[in-house]
């Protein structure tokens, strides 16, 4: 979303209403644009019997459209709560303009029930404004074939980074999407990310302080950097999701498409995951994405990849200076056999984080397990490195479970300094009563 007094724009409240089903009638506003600029809208909206982990009752398609033309996309993923729904409309010159939402009865589950739209706001930002340029060059995201109709793998949020460069300033965008189809093993993914979203840049550009586009480039199959070529719609990039593991191309056939309204953030210091910290709901779906597929069982063993319930899991945010190495964390609880040791890596290689800088983690505990009161870092070198293995932590940001609404509690550690690992040594620990 878009931070409170970041844009300086003009608001436009409009209907408050109700529909049921596809016989909804279309609910409409306006918004009024004085010289070219980019717009948002925030739709709020609920659907009465969603539940994204319920097969049959996943989710409300509304379609968004603009004087007529079709926009966006936006699946109803929270269900039936009342939640806010950021959506780019794409870029508009003079005039009077009217938005429409309706609900698209060939995207939505059979079984949804009323479906309220209680309002919309459209937020306008000018060319002159601070926050123009970045909203300008955002992707628009169409769906992968496979997923249309089956609600998977669907784009949560959009943000963005942005750096100076020897031309000018850059702006790179990554896509939080509910889950990945194919890829990593669920089991892996909590233990090296933290996580069961996946996460990817889809797109970067460079830009002169002439306002020149200088390079364009995208994330295309198997995580290569490819120069992007492909169309656009104004300065929007036209991308299209091709891969099981969501990775994009700058051509595709399908016309469903999806546009986030991007968010700055900077992630000095931090993992990428403080964006879904920052809209929590996110950690709620796609756990419910898991449920529906299967992925969460009662005690699975590690390496089988599904996980057990993701309350049982604790996450940690940790900082590190790493050169080729590999490193585990482990968290110290009591339960009815006594204190224990839990590590991430639960006795696989394949689970330890191999990426230095700041990254995430979890690790399940039994499920009468006390909530932890230490951690412990230990480091491997990498097999077959042409350098010397080295590892020291320098921050742990965050450590927290989820509560009962499968969002994250407050952290219950934080610590900041130099903490030098032994390759192939004992742990260091941490006490959370420092």
Not at 121 to 131: A, F, H, K, W, Y
Request: hydrophobic share 40%; proline share 6%.
């Amino acid at each position: 979303m878009i931070a409170a007094g970041a844009i300086a724009a003009t608001l436009v409240r409009p209907f408050q209403g109700r529909a049921r089903g596809a016989e909804s009638p279309a609910r409409q506003t306006s918004f009024v644009v004085e010289r070219s600029s980019e717009a948002i809208a925030t739709v709020r909206a609920a659907c009465e019997r969603c539940d994204w982990s319920a097969t049959g009752r996943e989710a409300a398609a509304l379609r968004v459209s603009v004087d007529g033309r079709y926009r966006t996309h936006v699946m109803l993923t929270q269900g039936y709560r009342d939640a806010d729904y950021q959506v780019l409309l794409g870029r508009y010159g003079h005039g009077s303009h009217r938005v429409t939402v309706d609900i698209d009865p060939s995207q939505s589950a059979p079984q949804i029930g009323t479906v309220r739209v209680t309002g919309v706001d459209v937020t306008v930002v000018g060319s002159r404004n601070p926050g123009f340029e970045a909203l300008a060059h955002a992707p628009i995201l169409h769906a992968r074939p496979n997923t249309i109709g089956r609600f998977t793998d669907v784009p949560l949020l959009m943000w963005y980074e942005t750096a100076p460069t020897a031309h000018g300033r850059s702006y790179r965008y990554s896509v939080v999407f509910s889950n990945e189809d194919g890829g990593t093993a669920t089991d892996r993914l909590m233990a090296t990310w933290g996580r069961t979203t996946d996460i990817e840049f889809v797109y970067g550009i460079e830009i002169d302080e002439a306002g020149r586009v200088v390079a364009e480039e995208f994330q295309g199959p198997n995580h290569v950097m490819t120069p992007f070529r492909g169309r656009h719609e104004a300065s929007h990039p036209l991308e299209w999701t091709v891969t099981d593991n969501n990775m994009v191309s700058d051509r595709g056939t399908t016309t469903m498409r999806y546009a986030p309204a991007p968010e700055r953030f900077d992630l000095t210091d931090v993992s990428r995951e403080v964006v879904m910290d920052a809209h929590p709901w996110t950690y709620r779906v796609s756990t419910q994405e898991m449920m529906r597929e299967g992925k969460i069982g009662a005690d699975p063993a590690a390496g089988s990849g599904t996980i057990p319930d993701p309350q049982r899991y604790v996450f940690v945010e940790a900082c590190a200076e790493l050169a080729a190495a590999r490193l585990a964390f482990g968290v110290h609880a009591r339960t009815a056999q006594g204190a224990q040791w839990f590590d991430s890596d639960r006795g696989r290689d394949e689970f330890r984080i191999v990426r230095g800088g700041c990254f995430r983690g979890a690790v399940p505990l039994p499920a009468d397990a006390s909530a932890p009161d230490a951690i412990r870092f230990r480091a491997w070198p990498q097999p077959d490195a042409k350098e010397p293995a080295a590892v020291r932590m320098t921050r742990v940001n965050r450590v927290f479970t989820l509560g009962d609404d499968l969002q994250p509690k407050p952290s219950m550690f934080q610590w900041m300094g130099s903490l030098s690992l032994t390759i192939d040594g004992s742990p260091r620990e941490l006490s959370f009563s420092r």
